[in-house]
């Protein structure tokens, strides 16, 4: 069972491939902001903890995401019909990577959507003038790249060695492309 990250920058593509990831392979995708949200909603002490810290705009605990993880993994894999998991989005700076790989499994494979700092400014501004979210204005979109930037460097470096670097500038055809090459043989093996 293949356990893999995906990585990249805010408006990289990395919600559009995991689509295509998961119907091609059959991956359990699990996002740590989905499971964060479906907790909350669930209404469980936890979830109403998780959503007075969110709505506060305080980080919730690497230790609770974790968790949240670790069971939705641990539930799938005792139903059994789960070839690996694309974890979505995580981690976002290097302790979390390596507090994931003591506390949940290994990872296996990292999918970093590389692209510059104009196309996710562009992007996301695009995005912006359709979806009207709050975070989408040019001063946080420069902030949250920076942050980005920073953080993501340590994770790639500190994982070279199981890292693959997809350029993401191009068409979502070719983008996908350039993936499958990679799944297909890790999925192979």
């Known amino acids: 069972m293949k356990t ?39 209404n469980s002490p936890r979830g109403a903890n998780l959503q007075e810290l969110m709505s ?19 539930k799938a894999k005792e ?8 974890i979505d989005g995580y981690p976002r700076e290097l302790e979390q990577g390596i507090k994931f790989e003591k506390d949940v499994c290994p990872v296996d494979l990292i999918l970093f959507f590389d692209v510059g700092n104009e196309t996710m400014k562009t992007r996301l501004l695009g995005r912006a003038a359709v979806s009207q ?20 460097n340590e994770i790639v470096e500190h994982y070279k060695d199981k890292v693959v670097r997809i350029n993401a500038e191009g068409a979502i055809d070719d983008i996908f492309n350039e993936v499958t090459k990679v799944l297909d043989t890790l999925v192979k093996s």
């Open 4 to 42: 893999i990250w995906v990585i990249g920058g805010p408006g990289c593509g990395k919600g559009t491939q995991c689509d295509r990831i998961i119907k091609k392979y059959g991956l359990l995708h699990l996002s740590s902001g989905d499971l964060l949200r479906d907790e909350v909603a669930s």
């Open 56 to 74: 506060k705009g305080l980080f919730v605990p690497t230790e609770v995401v974790l968790e949240l993880i670790k069971e939705k993994m641990t």
């Open 79 to 86: 139903g059994g019909s789960v070839t690996g998991f694309l």
């Open 133 to 152: 979210r709050a975070d989408d204005n040019e001063e946080t979109i420069k902030k949250r790249i920076e942050i980005f930037n920073s953080k993501n």
